[in-house]
């Protein structure tokens, strides 16, 4: 029987030792991404070729205003988003990366000098530790100590999903969020799959059923997972097809707030939100999940959870609400909003078709 040790061992040795650049994957499942929106892909031009070599993610879980936040990257490798992120939180803001593998950190710590001095910045704002990301206290990291965390096709590679969904949970500031690319897959796995090393390594053997990770966000904290893109996980590998047989899986990309006051379904008290414009990415137009999309100066329909999600969140300078919660209507039925049916090709991409 695996043990979460085995497990780690598999994954640490697999990303540290055996593969040398993500050409070496069997699979695309952990580089399952469309093309960035231009606001990453023009920093991704400044972050450094031995990082970007070794990098191995399913998406581009990056989200919009972090100017001056405290990030966390969970299983940051090589630190590709670490270095991307760096730049969008400004010398006021500070990134740490955390990663159990010694030879990914290796690569991520002798470009910091490098990446301060292209940014501009007069010292570096990040830093790398090597840990567990289902032991947040052993890395130094308090309670309520962070704005966001994300991260990028790793928590599938932990043995523990629980433990490390609830650290995230214990670490982040009230109002802050997990915000997360990763891989699910549409039924519970046979235990021979899921405790392939190969097939756990390439992050396919440890995709939970997605109905399950779902419900287990929801029950330790993160009650109403928003999705902001997802898109088919296509396997180029003729002995990996055979092993998982039927099986689908998907690289999703969620946006789970800690806000404890949210409601367990979507709630209608006449509440109207109307974006007031100035997020660096979505000046027109801002997505807060696949369905609920905000273009300047248009009121929108909004349930008490998008409400609390958009005005007791980093994003409330960019938006007004009005009314209140004197008068319950009943359930919302939180579909689309009218800018996201407008602007349905528009949607910034977080994760997409394969490209690998």
């Known amino acids: 029987m695996n043990t979460d040790a085995s497990v780690r061992e598999w994954v640490s040795d697999y990303y540290g030792k055996l593969l040398k650049s993500s050409e070496d994957l069997k699979t695309n499942a952990c580089c399952a991404t469309g093309a960035p929106p231009e606001w990453i892909s023009s920093r991704l031009e400044h972050v450094h070729g031995d990082v970007l ?5 399913c998406g581009f879980p990056i989200p919009q205003g972090l100017e001056g936040l405290r990030v966390l990257d969970l299983g940051c490798g090589t630190g590709r988003d670490v270095y991307v992120i760096s730049q969008l939180v400004g010398e006021s803001g500070e990134v740490i990366g955390l990663d159990m593998t010694a030879e990914q950190l290796e690569v991520a710590r002798r470009t910091q000098g ?15 530790v090597q840990g567990y990301i289902e032991d947040l206290a052993s890395a130094g990291i308090e309670d309520g100590s962070i704005d966001v965390i994300v991260s990028n096709c790793v928590v599938n590679l932990s043995p523990r999903k629980d433990i490390v969904l609830a650290e995230a949970y214990r670490v982040l500031a009230e109002g802050g969020e997990f915000y997360l690319s990763d891989v699910v897959v549409d039924r519970r796995l046979d235990p021979e799959l899921a405790n392939d090393p ?6 396919l053997g440890g995709a939970m059923y997605r109905a399950d990770f779902e419900h287990l ?21 003729d002995e990996i097809i055979e092993k998982v047989g039927d099986a689908t899986f998907q690289s999703v990309t969620y946006r789970l707030f800690k806000l404890p006051g949210l ?9 109207m939100a109307t974006y007031k414009g100035g997020v660096l990415g979505g000046e027109e137009v801002f997505w807060l999940d696949q369905n609920h999309a905000f273009e300047v100066g248009r009121p929108e329909s909004v349930c008490t959870n998008t409400a609390d999600m958009l005005m007791k969140t980093r994003f409330a ?3 007004e609400l009005e009314g209140d919660r004197s008068t319950h209507l009943g359930p919302h039925t939180c579909g689309l909003t009218d800018a996201a049916r407008e602007h349905a090709d528009q949607k910034a991409p977080s994760c997409g078709p394969s490209c690998c």
């Open 53 to 57: 070599e070794r990098f191995y993610g």
């Open 114 to 128: 490098w990446h301060a001095d292209r940014f501009g910045f007069s010292k570096p704002n990040t830093k790398f």
């Open 198 to 203: 190969v097939l756990h390594s390439e992050c």
């Open 217 to 237: 966000v929801r029950q330790i904290g993160f009650v109403d997972p928003r999705v902001m893109t997802e898109a088919p996980i296509t396997i180029q590998n």
């Open 263 to 271: 409601d367990h379904r979507c709630e209608d008290y006449g509440e």
């Open 317 to 319: 300078e960019y938006f």
